[in-house]
Structure formats: C-alpha cells, structure tokens
C-alpha cells in the first residue's frame, strides 16, 4: 500500500471522494473503501433509502462530518449542479471523482424505445453531465484528482442480448478516452482520466438482490473495487478487470478479435456468427497456447 499511495497521491486520508451510483454494488462498495483509507466521501444516488443506510456505514468508518449523503438523479443537470455545489461548501475540493451510476434495461435494435432513453438518459447523459458539472472546478485545484467512469465489457466486445446497454456503454467509452485526451494536452494539468471495466461482478443488477448464493465465477463488489483502486495507483486509463471465469488474458483476445472484424471484413459480430464459430474457437486456442 506504501508503495501504490506513493506512484498515486490522491487516493489518501483527508482527500474528498464523490461517487454516484452508491446506495449499492460498486458504488456502495468504492465508498465503503475508499471511507476506510481516510477519505471524505460523498455519495450520491435515487434511492434515498438505500443510500442513506449507505451513509450510516461510511460515518460508522470515518465519522459523519466526512460522510455527505446527497440523493441525486444524475440524468437531471440541476441536480448535479447542486451535488456539486454542496461538495465544494462542505470540503472545497474533490479527489476522486467516480461517475458510476447506471441501469440496464433491455432494448433491442427495434423494441424497447422507452428503455433507450431511460438509459441513455442515465449511463451516458449522467456520465456527461456529472462529468461536466464537475471537472472545471476540478482543473482550478492545486492537487491532483482522478476522474473514473465506470464503462463495461459491454461496450467494447459488444455481445448480442441488450443492444441498448452495449451502446450507452460504448459512448462511456468513447468520451473516457477523449476527455483523457483531452486533460492530457492541457498544460499543467493535476488531473487524469481513468476508463473502468468491471469483469462479472456480483451485484444487484447482475443477480445479487434475488437471494442467490454469489456464482464461483464472479468476483465480488469489493474485489472489483480493490483491482480499479490499486490500477488507479499505478496510473493505468484501461483498467480492465478479471474475475474467476474470465481472466486477463481471454478478455484481451476477445477484444483483439472484435477489432479485427473491422480491419479484416468480417460479418459484425462474428464472435456469434455460425460460420466463424470454429474459427473463433481456434484463434482463442492458439491466443491462449502462446501465451501460457
């Protein structure tokens, strides 16, 4: 931990932590995390409920005068204005920005027309607006600060089943890379964009709130959150994380084959294509051969 605090100097006690999406899964538990290294947390989330429990936890850990629970529709600009506008009167800075809040109700490329705006409403218009809203104020500090948005697998391998949430994931994607490019070419910046990309994670959207037992295959929410923290530290953007039935290594080739549909002609999608289901089977044999 010495070692990481020292090639990231933001992750450290008395800094400020905003999170949206945190009365559960991820957010719940970068909050939980975070509150036990020292940080001041703010969380942020519809569910006032859930998210004030949240908030018991974290002052249980640090103290209520370092927890500010802020129940927040992300999609809704005002709002955010207002959570930043409380943050910055209570503590004056923020550190770690995490824009983690989303949903994922299903749309197909012809059904589901009402789901598609609830979700681009809240993955890719609450990344933009928290995103927005906050990093002017950010670029004026003296320290340096992290911006992490929560993008998913989804969004770049894109498999077939919920077009609308591979989409919505994809634009995170995308305006990630370029506000990192962005932050990037501007002179004396203190702050940095990092790309998060949770593996199966354990979560309510993922299963977790029906009652079953985790799978041996997922990784829990605080496991993912540890992984995208010690990968902050190193200064990683990509943090593309593992979990027990999909390691490092799979996720890379997925990803490789994916661009090569592009670069090569291939039907859209062939990973799920009949005809190119052999071949795919063999590039990932060999991929893996080579590697191990």
């Known amino acids: 931990m010495s070692v990481a605090n020292e090639l990231h100097p933001v992750i450290q006690p008395g800094r400020v932590a905003v999170i949206t999406g945190a009365a559960s899964g991820i957010g719940k538990a970068a909050a939980l995390e975070l509150a036990k290294i020292g940080l001041k947390v703010a969380i942020a989330d519809v569910e006032a409920a859930q998210l004030a429990a949240v908030g018991k936890q974290l002052a249980a850990i640090i103290g209520d005068a370092n927890v500010l629970v802020f129940p927040t529709d992300v999609s809704k600009i005002d709002q955010v204005v207002a959570l930043r506008d409380k943050v910055y009167e209570t503590w004056g800075e923020v550190a770690v920005l995490m824009n983690n809040a989303a949903i994922a109700p299903k749309g197909t490329s012809w ?10 409403d809240v993955n890719v218009f609450g990344v933009v607006n928290v995103q927005q ?4 104020s950010m670029l004026h500090q003296e320290n340096p600060a992290v911006i992490i948005n929560t993008g998913s697998k989804q969004g770049i391998t894109n498999p077939p089943g919920n077009a609308a949430y ?4 994809a634009v995170v994607k995308s ?3 370029g506000l990192a490019h962005e932050l990037r070419e501007r002179p004396h910046t203190n702050v940095t964009a990092h790309l998060f990309i949770p593996g199966w994670t354990w979560t309510g959207m993922t299963g977790a709130n029906s009652g079953a037992c985790k799978p041996a295959g997922a990784w829990s929410a605080e496991d993912t959150v540890l992984y995208m923290l010690d990968h902050v530290r190193s200064g990683d953007f990509y943090i593309l994380v ?11 080739l997925r990803i490789m084959w994916g661009a090569a549909d592009i670069a090569e002609g291939r039907p859209a999608l062939s990973r799920w294509d009949k005809n190119y289901k052999s071949l795919f089977e063999e590039y990932m044999r060999e991929g893996l051969a080579q590697l191990d």
């Open 111 to 120: 059904a589901g027309l009402d789901n598609w705006h609830k979700l681009f």
């Open 133 to 136: 809203t906050f990093a002017p």
């Open 166 to 169: 591979n989409a919505s994931k």
């Open 175 to 177: 305006l990630t890379e």
């Open 242 to 252: 593992p979990d027990n039935e999909t390691r490092k290594e799979v996720d890379q």
